[in-house]
């Protein structure tokens, strides 16, 4: 729970700023309401956005074959445009945002806010596990657990004992390397 908890926090913190961000420069109202809007936000970027780009892929992917690299990386750009556009109107719609300023501003209050949604999503995509990790540090001292020390890459990193190294795999997964050596061997 606490990963959940860690990774929506500092994805929320990471909205606000970008719905505040999208309210400075476009046509779009957000204002007081970019803390719920955060909140919807957030939600729908943890659970809902990657079941409709799973989707809108699993579509893509039936013409794939007749595309060329360029192509295909239009497509995929368009793709994740077009679920950046459904997430804002899920946004606006969920939240207190409004798009105002005539024809125009509504106009580009619908079309410039997703594609700062995607410039968005790629910074925190680029800084999120560093981001996390100050974020778990956190959390640990607010709930009074151990601190652990948060890698800036100032310091060089200890190789991990065998035996340490073994005991985290155990604790990602549930097993121990006997029995993901079984596991590996019935796959044969």
Do not use: C
């Amino acid at each position: 729970m606490k990963v959940w908890v860690v990774r929506f926090v500092s994805l929320l913190a990471f909205n606000v700023v970008t719905l505040l961000v999208i309210g400075w420069l476009t046509p779009a109202r957000v204002g007081w309401a970019a803390l719920w809007a955060g909140i919807v936000l957030t939600a729908l970027a943890l659970w809902i956005k990657p079941l409709v780009t799973r989707w809108f892929h699993s579509m893509a992917e039936k013409s794939a074959t007749r595309r060329t690299k360029v192509g295909q990386k239009i497509v995929e750009f368009l793709l994740a445009l077009a679920v950046a556009f459904l997430v804002w109107i899920a946004t606006v719609l969920l939240s207190g945002v409004s798009i105002g300023g005539g024809f125009f501003g509504w106009a580009w209050g619908w079309i410039l806010p997703p594609v700062l949604l995607l410039i968005g999503w790629a910074v925190y995509d680029a800084i999120d596990d560093k981001v996390e990790a100050r974020a778990g540090a956190v959390y640990d001292r607010a709930m009074g657990g151990p601190a652990r020390p948060v890698d800036d890459g100032s310091t060089p990193a200890v190789p991990a004992a065998p035996e340490t190294s073994a005991a985290r795999r155990e604790l990602k997964d549930g097993l121990t390397d006997e029995q993901r050596r079984m596991l590996d061997e019935l796959g044969s």
